[in-house]
């Protein structure tokens, strides 16, 4: 008998999808015929009926995971003005779609916990934080880099953790001052901001599973920048401030955004990230995309994209997003195939 190698290795490989609207007969109906392992959906879409129909409709012990975007969203714009981020060239800090949020904001930060608090009632499997993170819009292939941020409450809060004032006349001379006397500190006080959500969500995690059986324990995953180090000087640390080394003491699995079209990259670049993330030593969960942006993804270069994203060291492969795979027949078929 000869072992084809290559499915045993999709056999073991974990299969999910994202439903990017709020699930209904139609996209669940889709979703069955995936044999799927895990369906991602954003916490506002996901009630007590929409849970109760994935779990009647889908495979037996399928895990619903719910994600909950953090330091994003209009919603936040208009709810709380003082969360608009202030850039230290003075940038625009919203672009197309994207509404960042200043991090250190407490209502937000609140809120984020109050979603999280609601979410580990219902009967879920995972909690997942998206837009964790400083605002920059990194899905183009030049990403729009933003400086931020030096709203008051952020350089006070700044000056506090430093215990010293920050002085300056204006917003440039302070800028210019942390930029020359306090570049490390600033990175450490911005990778501290969303390391610290995280490990406020942890705790209301850990705190649930304590107290039920195991098949009822919530697992914390997020969403990754897909940077490495060395690119745009650093900027996962210095610009978006996601701190992996930090960040993998708190969660238990990471789910890094590999769209490689969006990035302005070759398909292989999926199986080179898929090498970086694991030396974070964590779980993975990539992400790949399905719609046409920035470019045309052919059926056979999307077919290459589930392949280096399901590929050992990664667990498995999540296809972002569903209810844009159901508009491409040949793209739903690849996918159906593969995940047999
Ligand atoms: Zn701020």
Known sequence: MVIRFGRLKKNNMHKSTFFLMKPDGNSIGKAKELNLDSVFAS???????????????????????????????????????????VEAGGKEPARGWYYGVCPSHE????????????????????????????PTKWEEPEPYILDVCYCDRCLKKF???????IEGNTLE?????????????????????????????????DDHNRNVQNDKKVKLGFFAIPWQDKEHSAGIK????????????????????????????????????????????????????????????????????????GASPSTGVCVFFLEDLMKQPEKFDTVKEYFK
């Open 43 to 85: 916490h506002k879409n996901l009630d007590e009926i929409v849970i109760k129909t994935l779990r009647e409709n889908l495979k037996s012990g399928i895990e619903i995971n719910a994600e909950v975007g953090v330091f994003a969203g209009k919603d936040l714009w208009d709810k709380f003005p003082d969360v608009i981020p």
């Open 107 to 134: 209502g937000v930060r609140n809120e984020c916990l109050q979603n999280v608090k609601a979410l580990l009632e219902r009967d879920l499997n995972g909690i997942w934080l998206d837009f964790i993170r400083y």
């Open 159 to 165: 000056s506090e953790y430093l215990g010293e004032p």
């Open 173 to 205: 001379d302070k800028v210019l001052l942390i930029d020359g006397s306090y570049y490390i500190e600033w990175i450490e006080f911005k990778t501290e901001m969303i390391t610290s959500m995280v490990r406020e969500v942890r705790k209301l995690i």
């Open 238 to 309: 210095r610009i978006v401030a996601q701190d992996f080394g930090a960040l993998s003491t708190l969660v238990d699995i990471y789910s890094p955004m590999l769209y490689h079209k969006m990035c302005g990259k070759e398909v292989s670049w999926i199986k080179e990230m898929v090498n970086y993330f694991w030396e974070v030593g964590k779980p993975q969960l990539p992400l790949i995309q399905t719609e046409p942006r920035e470019s045309e993804i052919k059926v056979d270069e999307f077919k290459q994209a589930l392949d280096f994203a």
